[in-house]
């Protein structure tokens, strides 16, 4: 059953009906004929606006993703296994082979580690630069509060959970994504 003409006219009527109460609002925005009824764009997140941190780990991980599947590729002939497939073989490789594999992926490790290292004091500059801490102001008072001596036999009123303030959330989550790099690595 087809109902595709009834899911339009009902989307035209609620369109006209929500023109009607904004003009009758005094609103004067101006509106589409068709509302997008389609929901919203999805965000890139391998492209996030405006964080440097981010974007560099992105980066960095598409250079890691890149270097598995070189390593991945020449695994085969670098352990002289057979090809895949009935009659073929594989191709050799020799030890003059293996030693400038050897030396070109470690110079990609070691690059790649250099950029996780140079990402980590990326994030604690971008930490640095960050306003004081609200978090540790809340927790001072708290402290403050109960070693007060007045409160001693007094039943201590229930506290709410302290809030994470932005720069410890932003903290945890470069930390996460600098040890998510080195386990990737």
């Known amino acids: 059953m087809d109902v595709t003409g009834t899911f339009r ?12 109460a904004a003009e009758a609002a005094g609103s004067r925005e101006k509106r ?3 509302p997008d ?9 391998a492209r996030p606006a405006g964080n440097v ?16 599947q070189r390593i991945l590729g020449i695994r085969p002939a670098y352990l002289n296994l057979p ?3 009935a009659g073929r073989r594989g191709a050799r490789l020799s030890d003059p082979e293996r030693d400038e594999i050897d ?16 990402l980590g004091e990326l994030g604690a500059a971008q930490l640095d630069a960050m306003p004081a801490d609200e978090g540790a102001a809340e927790l001072l008072r708290r402290l403050v509060g109960a070693l007060d001596p007045r409160r001693a036999g007094a039943p201590s009123e229930p ?27």
């Open 32 to 34: 589409t004929a068709r």
């Open 53 to 68: 941190f981010l974007c560099e780990a992105y980066i960095i991980a598409r250079h890691l993703r890149e270097v598995r």
């Open 37 to 45: 009824i389609l929901p919203p764009r999805r965000p890139d997140f």
């Open 83 to 85: 090809a895949s497939g």
């Open 9 to 20: 006219r009902l989307v035209q009527q609620a369109a006209s009906a929500a023109a009607a």
């Open 159 to 185: 506290q709410p959970p302290p809030r994470l303030s932005r720069r410890d959330a932003a903290a945890a989550l470069q930390s996460s994504v600098v040890w998510w790099l080195n386990a990737r690595l």
């Open 103 to 118: 030396r070109g992926i470690k110079a990609a490790v070691c690059q790649v580690l250099d950029r996780i290292q140079a």
